[in-house]
């Protein structure tokens, strides 16, 4: 079964301060994975998308990693700010006749002023 | 660039009616489209997927249908709603598995 865990699953930072978030996934012949942030009552934005092939992606003060062997992604957001706080999303794409995502957990970051 | 509208924002429908939630996509052909829903505390659930005009694949029974009558077009539907359709709706689509998911805004659907 495809299973796709974020840890933590809540996190409260002070303003400036670097952070990582967790994304495991339990099958890795994936396709691609991408990262999106929720705001409350709010669609997913996305933020980066890795394919399968790729190592790394940037944005600006984002960057997400993938490590097919270990199953694993991180979102590393530089010098955090209030207006990073909310809930952000690893999705994972295994391609087929679907091409679904099957979401992670989500983690809800607060970047306190 | 390429946009998808989701209407309407928010719907409050008492137990037994019919729904119709619209999504559009533009400035691009023959997009994937989808349809998902959030419940309240929970992850994402992917309901309907589409690849093409008349082309509808259901994910999971239950009590909504969807439909997509234009090639940018995507409708869910449901005859009589239940009280435990009460969710958050999100359309998205992409051009294919190489590229990522673009989400509309979504719809808060709430049954009384």
């Known amino acids: 079964k495809q299973e796709v865990t974020q840890i933590p699953a809540a996190l409260s930072v002070p303003e400036g301060e670097n952070l990582v978030l967790n994304c495991s996934f339990t099958?890795?012949?994936?396709?691609?994975l991408q990262w999106f942030r929720q705001d409350p009552g709010k669609g997913l934005t996305s933020l980066l998308l890795i394919q399968s092939s790729q190592r790394e992606q940037t944005s600006g003060r984002l960057n997400a990693s993938l490590d097919k062997s270990s199953g694993r992604s991180t979102l590393y957001i530089a010098a955090s700010q209030p207006g990073d706080s909310a809930t952000y999303l690893c999705a994972m794409n295994y391609g087929g006749a679907t091409n679904k995502l099957i979401f992670g957990t989500g983690t809800l970051l607060a970047v306190q002023p | 660039s390429q946009t998808i509208h989701q209407w309407p924002a928010t719907l409050v429908q008492p137990v037994g009616s019919p729904l119709s939630l619209e999504c559009t996509v533009e400035?691009?052909?023959?997009?994937?489209l989808y349809w998902y829903r959030q419940a309240a505390g929970r992850g994402l659930q992917l309901l309907f997927y589409s690849v093409g005009i008349g082309q509808i694949s259901s994910e999971v029974p239950q009590n909504l249908s969807a439909s997509r009558p234009q090639d940018r077009q995507f409708i869910l539907s449901s005859k009589k709603l239940l009280l435990s359709d009460s969710s958050f709706y999100l359309c998205?689509?992409?051009?294919?598995?190489?590229?990522?998911?673009?989400f509309g805004s979504g719809t808060r659907l709430t049954v009384v």
């Open positions: 400035g691009t052909s023959n997009p994937n």
């Open positions: 099958d890795s012949a994936i396709y691609n």
């Open positions: 998205a689509w992409t051009r294919g598995r190489d590229y990522g998911y673009t």
